[in-house]
Every structure is written in C-alpha cells, then in structure tokens.
C-alpha cells in the first residue's frame, strides 16, 4: 500500500490538479485537505467561505495552497446557469438550473465541467446517489460507454484487488456485466495491477444451473470478444477464482490459475456485501467506489470513511483526471 500511494503521491506532486470538495464542513474532509495542500500533491477546491474556515485552513489559502468557491460570491453564476441549461439539452430550465447550482454537489460538479476543477470527491457526508446523480446529468458517460460503475480498490500490505461492482448498478444484465468487467480492468491497470479478471458466480463452470449464472457466463464471453487480450474466466465461484489448489480441481484449464486480482460480482448484493466483508474481517483499507466510465472523474466516499480514505481517494482522482488529461491531448 506505501508503495502504491508513494508512487501516486511523487507523480501528483509534478502536477497539482484541482480536487473539488464539496463537504467542507466535515471534518475528515478538512483533516485530508490540509494533509494533501501542505503535502503539495493537490490542490483542493473546497465549496465554502474562507472567512468561515479555520486559522489553518484560512493560512493555506493565503499561501494559494487551497481554494475556496461558494455559491453565494460565485462570479460567473450566470455562466454556469446558462452552462447547465445547455448541457441538459433542455430537460433543465434557467430557475431550476440556478436552484441546483444552489448545492455544493451540483455547484462542485459544473465546476469540473467547465474545466475550473479536474475532479470531485465527495460522500463524507452524503449519499452515494448525491454524488452519482450530478456526475450523471452533468459529467455523463464516456462515448460508447453505456453504464457508469463503482469499484474498490482493496489494499491490505502489497496486497491490491479491484472489486466491482460495489456500488452503482444493482442487477447488472450480461452487456453491462462485460463493461463493468472492463472497465475494472482498465482502473486496475491505471494503478498499476495487472488484471486477471474472474466473473464470479455461486457456480463454477456449470456446476449449477440458474439464469442468473447464464449471465454471467455470457458476460464473460463478451469480455472475450470486445477485449481478447483480457485474462477473464467465469463462472467461477470465489475459490476457485482465488485460491490455486481449489482452481486446479475445479477449473484446471482457467487462464486465471487460481489467482484473479479484479472480481466482477453478480450484483450490487453480492458485491456489497463482499466488499465490506472483506473490509472488516480481513482487515483491507476499501478505496472508493471509484466511478468507472465518466468523462471526467467524480468519486464517491463511504460515510464510515476517515481522513486517510479521503485523501487516497483524492490521489485515485486526480490519477484519473491526468489519465482523462492525457487521452482527451491525444
């Protein structure tokens, strides 16, 4: 894990991207700001009044280390309405527009839009749909991308897995299986896991039969054919994904061996509920979810998070938007 985010923390200092942070009242948000300004390796955007912040943070920004935006004294409020009207092609009139940039969460995520912030970090305080839906109406999906989804990354040690999808798509039908798959596998590659994907079932190889593990055995064939450098294999069950003895009985002629780091589960149920087991009695740090599939990067915090897994989020998004960066200057 140190070599993970000490890697992203020396690559991040060389840029200093614009993080925005719509919770400026909490106070695992304001712990990580001034940890991540002091440290040089972003620059936070907090939705706030600089007059209504701390001696410590009012310092930070007089040092230009952080910045503060609010609706109340925000300059270009007229843009931004006009901005949010056009990007909603119509669905979104001037008086409701001016009322959703009203909220942090709206107001912070038009800031990415317009290019004033490079991402969004947010769900300290608030529900994951708060941070989803704006990210949704405003950011959008990538082109060709259908869905949006929520992975983990999972840290304990030099131990790094992706889990996904954990916190968007509730029953994911076959197609959307194959893109959380996917896109899981391109996060995982972004820091620095080589993926070996296991689309992961209560049934390993037809050793059960349902519709709900036909699913997933026609997702993994998509994966197959849009991605054919992909190592995928699925159905399988857990152990058989994970541990190589049980594979070697179970699935002998898997890709995967036995030693799949990115697990796609069935649905948000299993995915949940896997990911929040594993956090707490295996004692991994959960990073995320991490919205895969937007055109610029918004993620989501856990509200059982603390200042340490705001600041690693905030890393994991400003790696994001470089990536977003460097592909859009392509």
Same mark, same amino acid.
């Given at each position: ?26 106070? $695992? ?5 001034? $940890? ?119 840290? $304990? ?174």
């Amino acid at each position: 894990m140190a070599d993970l985010f000490g890697k992203l923390e020396s690559e991040m200092k060389q840029h200093r991207l614009t993080i925005v942070f719509p919770e400026s009242g909490d106070e $695992r948000v304001v712990e990580a700001v001034k $940890r991540m300004a002091a440290n040089g390796v972003i620059r936070p955007l907090l939705i706030g009044k600089a007059e209504e912040a701390d001696a410590a943070l009012q310092k930070l920004a007089e040092e230009g280390k952080i910045l503060f935006r609010h609706p109340d004294t925000e300059k270009s409020m007229d843009y931004l309405v006009r901005e949010l009207v056009d990007r909603r092609k119509g669905k979104t009139d001037e008086p409701t527009a001016g009322k959703w940039l009203r909220d942090p969460g709206y107001y912070g995520t038009m800031l990415v839009y317009t290019g004033d912030a490079d991402g969004l970090v947010s769900g300290a305080a608030h529900s994951t749909a708060s941070t989803v839906r704006p990210a949704l109406q405003i950011i959008k999906s990538q082109p060709g991308k259908h869905r949006i989804s929520g992975s983990f990354i999972m840290v $304990r040690g030099d131990e790094e897995y992706v889990f996904a999808d954990c916190g968007i798509n509730i029953t994911p039908d076959s197609e959307t299986l194959s893109e959380i798959a996917i896109e899981s596998a391109e996060t995982a590659k972004l820091f620095g896991i080589d993926p070996r994907i296991a689309m992961l079932s209560f049934s390993t190889r037809g050793s059960a039969k349902d519709p709900t593990i036909d699913k997933v055995t026609e997702a993994t064939q998509l994966v197959r054919q849009k991605a054919p450098d992909l190592p995928v294999d699925g159905e399988l069950q857990f152990d058989a994904a994970f541990v190589p003895e049980v594979a070697a009985r179970k699935a002998p002629d898997s890709p995967l061996k036995g030693r799949a780091n990115v697990f796609v589960f069935p649905n948000l149920d299993a995915g949940n509920i896997g990911y929040k087991m594993v956090q707490r009695l295996g004692h991994f740090i959960a990073l995320g979810p991490i919205l895969q599939g937007l055109n610029k990067p918004v993620n989501d915090l856990s509200r059982g998070c603390n200042a340490d897994d705001v600041y690693k989020v905030a890393l994991i998004t400003a790696k994001q938007a470089l990536a977003v960066n460097s592909h859009q200057h392509a």
